[in-house]
């Protein structure tokens, strides 16, 4: 069965695992990466094309393609944006935009930033495809009882389970759930509290959590996609992206709409200049980067399509890797923390040859 959850045995691996003993009776231990390396092709999910955004910027000083790939969120979460943005690639609506804010330690957003109309004075902006939704902010999170039915449910996504492993993994999850945060772990590791929520886990691949009122929702990791807004109750429409390039904002879990991640091509938008206007926007409009398309990595020649898998969290070698990222033992460390932010157990995403 594909556990849908595994806070309680992972976290019980974290503290039962030895920190500290005689360097003479200490085993030799393999480095997070080893570990993945090790992993067989059992513990890795294909991502579907169709789930896979690609963003191509144009081309750097040298003349040389700058490619980002983004994975969208999987349902339930953030599913009325993901929509939106569905169809605003479809519309091929980015075409032409740029990217437009790089703020240091924070955000780079990407969308249209308008262009002055020397007649009326006022920016003006692309019209947006007919059909968008308008998300409330409600769809932020959701709640145990809306997750537990969605799993229930007839779902599409990687590793569904039968309608009995299902109710099984539900009732394991929500059993786990509750002894965990009624006994908390006594140490600060990734499987317990963290500073903003009362739990952390994986699912199905995202780090995600658990409020104290029961309520889940993805987190803002580096390299995390989300959704720019105006004041509430404005949610935004995923016309405007951002990613995450700097410490982990996690004041902005329930605040925002999370989409997706990047799983390649994080260097050519975390290495661009910051903009020197307010909040990191250039206020010289020269200094944006084109984008030249954004596309569902589907509607891509099938040569063209980039095809990745991540780490199954559910899996036994992630377990494993997430000790290691929790606990280093590898020969450069001298002190092993005893703990990790979920934040900095980055889930393994590879790319692989196209079938």
């Not at 595994?6 to 695992?17: G, K, N, P």
């Not at 004075?121 to 409330?136: D, I, M, N, S």
């Not at 995450?244 to 879990?253: C, K």
Request: glycine residues 8%; contains cysteine; hydrophobic residues 40%.
């Amino acid at each position: 069965m594909n556990r849908l959850f595994s806070i309680a045995s992972l976290a019980a691996l974290a503290i039962a695992t030895p920190v500290a003993a005689q360097e003479s009776e200490q085993p030799e231990y393999p480095s997070p990466n080893a570990i993945v390396e090790a992993a067989p092709a059992s513990d890795w999910v294909k991502i579907a094309p169709s789930d896979l955004l690609v963003m191509d910027l144009a081309s750097d000083a040298e003349g040389n393609p700058r490619r980002v790939v983004i994975q969208l969120m999987p349902a339930p979460f953030s599913q009325g944006w993901i929509r939106n943005i569905r169809k605003l690639a479809a519309a091929h609506w980015w075409d032409g935009t740029s990217i437009n804010r790089v703020q240091d330690n924070y955000v780079v957003q990407w969308g249209d930033a308008g262009y002055d109309n020397p007649e009326s004075g006022e920016t003006e902006q692309k019209a947006l495809p007919e059909g968008l939704e308008t998300v409330p902010e409600s769809e932020y999170v959701i709640s145990m009882d809306g997750f537990l039915d969605f799993i229930l449910g007839d779902q599409q996504e990687p590793g569904a389970v039968s309608a009995e492993d299902a109710a099984m993994a539900a009732m394991e999850a929500a059993s786990g759930a509750a002894d965990a945060m009624a006994n908390p772990t006594p140490v600060p590791n990734w499987g317990g509290r963290d500073s903003y929520a009362e739990l952390v886990q994986f699912y199905w691949g995202w780090p995600t959590a658990i409020a104290s009122d029961d309520q889940l929702f993805p987190v803002h990791c580096y390299g995390a996609v989300g959704v720019g807004r105006n004041y509430s109750p404005d949610t935004g429409s995923g016309a405007e992206l951002y990613t995450v390039i700097g410490h982990a904002p996690r004041h902005l879990d329930r605040n925002i709409a999370v989409v997706g991640r990047i799983i390649e091509g994080m260097e050519y938008l975390s290495s661009l200049p910051r903009g020197k206007g307010d909040l990191g926007f250039y206020e010289d409009a020269s200094k944006r980067v084109p984008i030249a398309s954004i596309r569902l990595a589907s509607a891509l020649p099938a040569a063209d399509q980039p095809r990745f898998e991540y780490l199954d969290t559910e899996a036994e070698t992630f377990a494993k890797y997430a000790d290691a990222r929790a606990n280093r033992r590898d020969p450069f460390f001298i002190v092993p923390a005893g703990g990790a932010d979920i934040c900095n157990i980055p889930v393994p995403v590879r790319r692989v040859m196209g079938e």
